[in-house]
């Protein structure tokens, strides 16, 4: 059963354009760049997230939003605390991002 595994930034007041287009740049490349430990192959199913544009108001300082699909909470766990390419991004995002979030579910279950 899948996981969709939503992440929210936002970036610290005063961080370049050109720094926030390429941390959301490397972001969604970890699709490609996220390879399973015993396939070698890219196991993120998919990936997208662009800036806010929500008219509601209710972000609460939140600027960007991402939405990642796994096959399994399987892969969603390895790519949370051992996914070598997503630690290294991870380890990018300090003095760049003021706040972040991170919510999974699995399609369905409530």
Same mark, same amino acid.
């Given at each position: ?53 929500? @008219? ?6 939140? =600027?960007?939003?991402? &939405?990642? %699909?796994? !096959?399994? +909470?399987? /892969? ?7 996914? @070598? ?6 380890? =990018?995002?300090?003095? &760049?991002? %003021?706040? !972040?979030? +991170?919510? /999974? ?6």
């Amino acid at each position: 059963m899948s996981i969709i595994h939503i992440v929210l930034f936002q970036f610290k007041a005063g961080i370049d354009p050109t720094v926030v287009k390429d941390t959301c740049n490397r972001m969604l490349a970890l699709k490609d760049n996220c390879l399973h430990p015993t396939s070698q192959k890219p196991y993120i199913k998919t990936s997208s997230g662009g800036s806010d544009n929500s @008219p509601e108001g209710i972000q609460h300082g939140i =600027t960007h939003a991402f &939405v990642v %699909e796994f !096959a399994s +909470a399987e /892969d969603r766990d390895y790519y949370t605390h051992k996914d @070598p390419a997503h630690l290294a991004f991870v380890r =990018t995002l300090d003095g &760049v991002i %003021e706040k !972040a979030q +991170a919510v /999974d579910y699995t399609p369905g279950v409530y």
